[in-house]
């Protein structure tokens, strides 16, 4: 739609020169008076200023047209080795059952257990496709209601913590939550907001070094604009560079360094968490400098009582 939009102003910009050198040739053949001369002039610099204006106009449309065809590009091939990944896995996990490779009970277990979280992992991406697809058609919509924080955290955490187990460095992550008592309730969609917090936790899980320390916590926060619940989610990661900051939100979008392009993700976490924030009249917020670790913090407005 917005490079539809560009395309129109575009091809107005570059209309408008038209109908002015006709309204020149119509003045020349009308007045033919002295003055014609200055009016003459002033249309001949009017022409040129918006045949340059659409040009560069017309530029910056196809350039930006270029940018997203090169994202789209690059979020395809992603997601294409995304899904192979958990893909294979699972064809793997199936193939060894079905030839009863496996006779010890503990690891006939075990191969089941990472068959179901290569499952759940594949309809986690796929969820997340699909809201995003939503999201683009406005057609994302929230259950709002009062809502305590509290539970929502500890849930997601909770739901986190099977990968952490499962994971070899497992011994060198550290996920703690914080939870400030008595928070007040905010009006709120439960579980979009566990999606906010699950794609924070997971972005911090996989930006982080083999030593993972994680913070998760929540506290009132008093201001101006009124009263905010805050939820944070810290990192001890290589942080991210302040020109990236304005751009981290943008959907497909991901800091152009070896840990991103090593680690598996659509760009769209970030994305999706920022529109269900501002669905909640509120925003994720970004703290971060290089090689001092992110904070990535949720802020939903309190309700008047």
């Known amino acids: ?27 020349v053949l009308v007045y033919r008076r002295g003055n014609v001369d200055l009016a003459f ?30 994202l789209q590009a690059d979020f395809l091939s992603k997601v294409s080795h995304d899904f192979r990944t958990p893909l294979t896995s699972i064809r793997m996990f199936v193939e060894t059952l079905r030839e009863h490779r496996l006779d010890d009970p503990q690891r006939r277990d075990r ?15 796929i969820d997340r496709l699909l809201d995003f697809a939503r999201l683009e058609a406005g057609r994302m919509s929230y259950d709002l209601q009062p809502c305590d924080l509290g539970p929502v955290i500890s849930a997601t955490v909770e739901r986190f913590e099977p990968r952490l187990e499962a994971s070899p460095s497992a011994g060198q992550v550290q996920l703690t939550t914080r939870i400030e008592p008595n928070l007040p309730r ?23 070094g083999a030593v993972k320390h994680i913070e998760v916590t929540a506290a009132l926060v008093h201001s101006r604009q009124g009263d905010q619940v805050h939820v944070a989610v810290r990192d ?13 939100f943008e959907a497909f979008y991901r800091v152009d360094d070896r840990l991103s392009r090593s680690t598996e993700g659509s760009g769209l976490g970030l994305a999706i968490s920022q529109h269900i924030a501002a669905a909640h009249g509120g925003r994720v917020r970004l703290e971060s400098e290089k ?15």
């Open 111 to 125: 191969v089941l257990t990472l068959l179901g979280q290569e499952t759940a992992r594949l309809a986690t991406m």
């Open 41 to 70: 002039g002033v249309l001949i610099l009017v022409f040129c200023a918006l045949l340059i204006a659409g040009g560069v106009f017309l530029g910056v449309a196809l350039k930006r047209s270029n940018d997203l065809s090169k």
């Open 236 to 248: 001890n990661g290589p942080g991210i560079p302040r020109r990236e900051h304005g751009r981290i």
């Open 186 to 208: 905010v009006h709120a969609d439960p579980e979009a907001i566990a999606e906010v917090l699950q794609n924070l936790i997971d972005n911090a899980y996989k930006y982080t």
């Open 1 to 27: 739609m917005r490079l539809r939009r560009q395309a129109v102003i575009a091809g107005l910009l570059l209309a408008l020169p038209a109908a002015v050198l006709i309204a020149v040739g119509v003045l």
């Open 291 to 305: 090689g001092q670790g992110s904070t990535f913090t949720l802020e939903l407005p309190v309700p008047p009582p």
